[in-house]
């Protein structure tokens, strides 16, 4: 890192990929491999989680649909341009 600094005082590689990522110039695809790979350093990345009841069995899924009171009515159509 001290060489990078020696060679490059100014170098920041998270300052370069956002000067990328914003660079109206710059091809799409680049734009966006910049953003993705800023959004690392910026987001916490996601990693899915398995949910389980006591001693790891299957949870148990209940849906309870209550019909005591009407729908309300649809909004009405657009008109059509003529």
Not at 50 to 78: K, N, S
């Amino acid at each position: 890192m001290a060489r990078l600094q020696q060679e490059f005082p100014n170098y920041h590689p998270i300052i370069e990929l956002a000067r990328t990522a914003n660079n109206p110039d710059a091809d799409e695809q680049l734009r966006f491999a910049a953003n993705k790979e800023i959004a690392k350093y910026v987001t916490p990345q996601l990693k899915a989680v398995e949910h389980t009841g006591p001693d790891g069995e299957r949870l148990q899924t209940r849906v309870i649909i209550q019909f005591d009171q009407p729908a309300p009515p649809p909004d009405p159509a657009p008109p059509l341009d003529e």
